[in-house]
Nanobody, 126 residues
Framework: QVHLVESGGGSVQSGGSLRLSCAAS??????MGWFRQAPNKEREGVAA???????DYAVAVKGRFTISRDHGQNILYLQMDGLRPEDTAMYYC??????????????????????WGQGTQVTVSS
């Protein structure tokens, strides 16, 4: 069973940076992604990466966020720079052992997946 634990969130001012981590267990290979949910909004895809390192990003974060993974430690990262108040949300990671493309995770995973970790809160003040 896949188990994901997110960490690294916090409160920063606009323009600041944070790095999120997601420790994964129970999965040997997967396309992985970061998702976020703001109050009164649906969960949305932020960034995704496949086993080969191919990435995809939501338009809203492209050029500011960088997703990466450490296969040896089985950890997923999200480096967030140039943070804006609209980035404020609870951030979650997800894993797709079906190895679907990163673009699929961004667009569809959140709609079909119903088992999430506790997430990590990111709050950006202006």
């Amino acid at each position: 069973q896949v188990h994901l634990v997110e960490s690294g969130g916090g409160s920063v001012q606009s323009g600041g940076s944070l790095r999120l981590s997601c420790a994964a267990s129970g999965v040997t290979s997967a396309t992985m992604g970061w998702f976020r949910q703001a109050p009164n909004k649906e969960r949305e895809g932020v960034a995704a990466i496949d086993e080969a390192g191919t990435t995809d990003y939501a338009v809203a974060v492209k050029g500011r966020f960088t997703i990466s993974r450490d296969h040896g430690q089985n950890i997923l990262y999200l480096q967030m720079d140039g943070l804006r108040p609209e980035d404020t949300a609870m951030y979650y990671c997800g894993a797709d052992p079906g190895l679907r493309p990163p673009s699929w995770l961004l667009q569809h995973f959140a709609k079909y997946h119903n088992s999430w970790g506790q997430g990590t809160q990111v709050t950006v003040s202006s």
